[in-house]
């Protein structure tokens, strides 16, 4: 799988008084992205309860370039960025696009799986890790040194 590319529907709740997105609606944009990307390769949030494990973040920032506002149509892409071998960590990047191609920003995301039951952090088991094996990978994904990191 190349990429996975979801449209964004701006709502006018996103709008500022300047007129653009606000810049915490790019941070749910990113969310609505990685879980619908998960639900889309069959990690659902039912799937997720199911199995009592949930994905955590542990670090977002935003790199913003162009302004989105309420009449464009951007869509968001997601791919990882780096992961541990085990994908116990993983980091995200997701791309903003406008409808002419301009990218209007960039998302990084530093995560983790937190046992619901248990309150901590947790390994993915084998069902999930079929799923992240399908996501893809940034060109230039690197793999998480547990030992250096």
Same mark, same amino acid.
């Given at each position: 799988?190349?990429?996975?590319?979801?449209?964004?529907? *701006?709502? $006018?709740?996103?709008?500022?008084?300047?007129?653009?997105?606000?810049?915490? *609606?790019?941070?749910?944009?990113?969310?609505?992205a990685? *879980?619908?990307?998960?639900?889309?390769?069959?990690?659902?949030?039912? !799937?997720? +309860?199911?199995?009592?494990i949930? /994905?955590?973040?542990?670090? +977002?920032?935003? *790199?913003?370039?162009?302004?989105?506002?309420? +009449?464009?149509?951007?869509?968001?892409?997601?791919?990882?960025?780096?992961?541990?071998?085990?994908?116990?960590? $993983?980091?995200?990047?997701?791309? %903003?696009?406008? +409808?002419?191609?301009?990218?209007?920003?960039?998302l990084?995301?530093?995560?983790?799986?937190?046992? %619901?039951? !248990?309150? !901590?952090?947790?390994?993915?088991?084998?069902?999930?890790?079929?799923? %992240?094996?399908?996501? /893809?990978?940034?060109?230039?994904?690197? $793999?998480?040194?547990?030992?250096?990191?």
């Amino acid at each position: 799988m190349n990429s996975i590319v979801l449209p964004i529907q *701006v709502r $006018w709740s996103d709008i500022d008084p300047n007129r653009h997105v606000r810049h915490s *609606v790019y941070y749910d944009y990113g969310a609505y992205a990685r *879980v619908a990307c998960f639900a889309q390769l069959g990690l659902t949030t039912m !799937k997720l +309860e199911e199995m009592r494990i949930g /994905p955590i973040l542990l670090r +977002e920032e935003a *790199v913003f370039r162009k302004e989105i506002k309420f +009449e464009d149509k951007p869509s968001i892409d997601t791919a990882f960025s780096r992961a541990t071998d085990d994908f116990s960590r $993983w980091s995200i990047r997701h791309q %903003l696009f406008k +409808e002419d191609g301009k990218l209007a920003a960039i998302l990084n995301m530093d995560g983790a799986w937190i046992d %619901l039951g !248990k309150r !901590k952090l947790a390994s993915p088991n084998e069902f999930i890790l079929g799923i %992240l094996g399908q996501i /893809p990978r940034t060109s230039d994904f690197v $793999w998480i040194d547990r030992k250096t990191s």
